[in-house]
């Protein structure tokens, strides 16, 4: 069971990336599958999750609107697609899966089980 997340890189402020994180292993369409960051000097912070069913994906406030996060089930790959990118979004991103169903809860790291190495994202002014 393993998730590998890639896609991080060097982008201005105001332009876009897209982050990717593959699961191998285990199918991703059984599982909710959460974004976290882990900013300079700072814990880490969640930034959106998606759930099993897909419906009603969670989102940080300071990324709401411009961040979204999708799945493909034939790819095996939860999206993160960041938009109006701020030098304050620079930090590792990382993804991580969760069996559980209660969307409130998939805010919390210790509700996943399964994380993946982090990519680094780096916004400049």
């Known amino acids: 069971v393993q998730l590998q997340a890639s896609g991080g890189g060097l982008v201005q402020a105001g332009g876009s990336l897209k982050l990717s994180c593959t699961a191998s292993?285990?199918?991703?369409?059984?599982?909710?599958v959460g974004w976290f960051r882990q900013r300079p000097g700072k814990e880490h912070e969640f930034v959106a999750a998606?759930?099993?069913?897909?419906?009603?994906?969670l989102y940080e406030d300071s990324v709401k609107g411009r961040f979204t996060i999708s799945k493909d089930n034939t790819e095996n790959t939860v999206y993160l697609q960041m938009s109006s990118l701020k030098p304050e979004d620079t930090a590792v991103y990382s993804c991580?899966?969760?069996?559980?169903?209660?969307?409130?809860?998939?805010?919390?790291?210790?509700?996943?089980?399964?994380w993946g190495r982090g990519t680094q994202v780096t916004v400049s002014s």
């Open positions: 998606i759930p099993r069913n897909n419906n009603n994906p």
């Open positions: 991580a899966a969760s069996s559980t169903i209660i969307l409130s809860s998939l805010r919390s790291r210790s509700m996943y089980t399964s």
């Open positions: 292993g285990f199918a991703i369409r059984r599982y909710a």
